[in-house]
C-alpha cells in the first residue's frame, strides 16, 4: 500500500517516471521485440512497485475493517 500523496507515492512515481522516459523504442520492428520492451517495462514496473510496498500481514488478532459499509 501507498499512501496517496506520500513521500513514498512520490518516489515510486519518480522511479517509474524514469523507467518509462528510459524506454528504447526507436528500433521496434517486430511484435517479437515490442514483446520484449513490455515485458522489460514489467519486469522494472514490478521491481519498483516492490521496493515501495509496505506489506501488510492479517493474523487472528488485526483488528477487522471489511464491513457492510464498504
Not at 500523496?5 to 521496434?28: P, R, V, Y
Amino acid at each position: 500500500m501507498l499512501a496517496k500523496n506520500s513521500k513514498k507515492e512520490e518516489h515510486f512515481l519518480n522511479e517509474l517516471s524514469k523507467a518509462i522516459k528510459e524506454i528504447d523504442t526507436k528500433n521496434i520492428q517486430s511484435k517479437e521485440v515490442l514483446e520484449l520492451v513490455i515485458q522489460s517495462f514489467a519486469s522494472h514496473t514490478d521491481r519498483i512497485w516492490y521496493k515501495h510496498l509496505k506489506i501488510i500481514n492479517i493474523t487472528k488478532d488485526s483488528k477487522e475493517w471489511w464491513n457492510e459499509n464498504c
